[in-house]
């Protein structure tokens, strides 16, 4: 079984949707998405990936499901949970609510470099449910929510989640396409690759429209295991001369005014 991440185009997320430059990648991927070979169609009910996927309707004859599952991680940090060292990891983002005078929530994994570095708890496949972070949040709850679904999921294609390996009922050469966000899918990898979901959300970043591809391998008859033959890919947009958008990353030099700080 191949599985297809594709994020969604570039979002414009005050209207849950996509920007003009976001419509330019999704065209340039729906030229390119009928030779992906795809059998099933899965959609994140977020705007910016419906309307993504939108454009390469027209190109696969497939009726997409909607999973809620696929949203954005929706895990926040509760500063008013955490103690000072703790909130410095959001030291430049931390807000106020202007009636209450309590810190807001926060993205749990929009945390600062200085901080993520100095705490490798974060990054072990064990230790992160017991950090600071994490103890200070709902990650864990999302998490098992999102990677029980997953494997609800693959169990019913055939893959039961045995431990740390799949069993094969029933194997599969089928093109399943998730269209959804890149916080999930890292959660999603992070669960087939055994490691922190931690590690892909700070140190992997993923284009709009661009594409991640796993597959089953099987060595051992009855037992498989997913590999990552490419992440991140635009080849769509490079062919198409559009430059990827840079939503996905922050300032490549902090003087670069014009980039995402």
């Known amino acids: 079984m191949r599985i297809l991440f594709i994020r969604h185009a570039d979002p414009d997320y005050v209207a849950d949707g996509i920007t003009d430059k976001g419509r330019i990648e999704a065209k340039l991927l729906a030229d390119r998405i009928d030779t992906f070979g795809i059998d099933e169609v899965y959609v994140s009910p977020l705007g910016r990936a419906r309307d993504t996927f939108a454009f390469c309707a027209n190109k696969l004859d497939i009726k997409p499901v909607t999973l809620d599952w696929l949203e954005e991680f929706p895990a ?34 929009d945390m600062l470099p200085s901080y993520y570095k100095d705490h490798p708890e974060l990054f072990d496949v064990s230790t992160w449910r017991d950090s600071d972070i994490v103890r200070s949040s709902d990650t864990i709850k999302c998490y098992d929510h999102i990677i029980r679904s997953f494997d609800d999921f693959l169990s019913d294609h055939g893959y039961k989640r045995s431990g740390n390996i799949y069993r ?28 922190s979901p931690f590690v892909p959300l700070q140190f992997l970043a993923a284009a709009p429209t661009s594409v991640t591809e796993i597959v089953t391998e099987e060595r051992e008859k009855g037992i498989a295991i997913f590999r990552t033959v490419r992440i991140g890919d635009i080849t769509h947009l490079t062919m198409g001369g559009e430059k990827p958008s840079f939503a996905a990353r922050f300032c490549e030099r902090f003087e670069n005014e014009d980039e995402r700080h």
């Open 76 to 109: 926040r940090f509760d500063p008013e949970e955490a103690d000072e060292d703790t909130r410095m990891a959001f030291a430049t983002e931390l807000k106020t609510d202007e009636e209450t005078g309590k810190y807001k929530k926060r993205i749990v994994w």
């Open 168 to 195: 094969v009922v029933s194997g599969s050469s089928d093109t399943i396409a998730f269209f959804c966000h890149f916080g999930v899918t890292s959660v999603m990898l992070s669960h087939l690759w055994g490691i």
